[in-house]
């Protein structure tokens, strides 16, 4: 009975010991799992960056194209769940200045949940990503949704960034939340007081 109690010792020392490891240099694997939050050091740095980033983020009317945009029923949608797809649209989003996004997730049979769709889209164009398909190749999106010179526009997105972060340690960097917008503007932020918003003078 020692003996057993030795081993089983002996093996969850080297389970823990394995977890750190990961933990350290592949964090992103255990995201996915839900074993570990987000690393603290990571998001301690991050929250720490946040004024100089801030600092350096160009002007909103600058990023913003005072053009209409196309009708709707104009833009054309892409399924993406290839890896080839998914570099076909960071090309085409290239030297784009304003990019929406959002995320669909759920959390049916899973305690933690998992993201199942990323929505990209910019004028006249809209991609549906299959994040289950292509979960391990989502860290392609760190460049666009980190560089600051992007404006992404999130309604709601306070629990997009959330799925982000925690399935792929992914951070959005210059978001204009239109909800969050429409609450500034004395509205409860759904879709009417959006639109009023955006139609009233700065």
């Known amino acids: 009975m020692p003996a057993v109690l030795a081993g089983v010792g002996v093996a969850v020392c080297v389970w823990k010991g394995a977890l750190r490891w990961l933990r350290r240099h592949y964090p992103q694997l255990l995201f996915r799992r839900g074993y570990y939050p987000a690393p603290v050091d990571s998001l301690a740095q991050h929250l720490a960056t946040v004024d100089a980033v801030q600092a350096s983020v160009p002007a909103l009317s600058a990023l913003l194209d005072p053009t209409p945009p ?17 570099r076909a649209m960071l090309r085409d989003l290239q030297g784009c200045g304003v990019v929406a996004v959002d995320l669909e997730a759920h959390s049916v049979y899973s305690y933690h949940g998992i993201t ?16 289950v398909a292509l979960h391990d190749h989502m860290l392609l999106l760190r460049p666009l949704l980190e560089d600051r010179r992007v404006l992404k526009l999130m309604h709601s997105g306070g629990n997009d960034m959330q799925w982000l972060l925690r399935d792929w340690g992914l951070r959005c960097v210059t978001v204009l939340d239109t909800e969050q917008l429409a609450l ?11 639109c009023e918003a955006a139609q009233q003078p700065d």
Do not use: S
């Open 116 to 131: 199942c769709l990323v929505q990209v889209a910019r004028r006249g164009r809209c991609w549906v990503i299959d994040a």
């Open 184 to 194: 500034v503007r004395g509205g409860v932020g759904g879709c009417r007081d959006v």
């Open 70 to 86: 196309p009708p709707l029923c104009a833009a054309v949608t892409t399924w993406v769940a290839t890896l080839r797809g998914l």
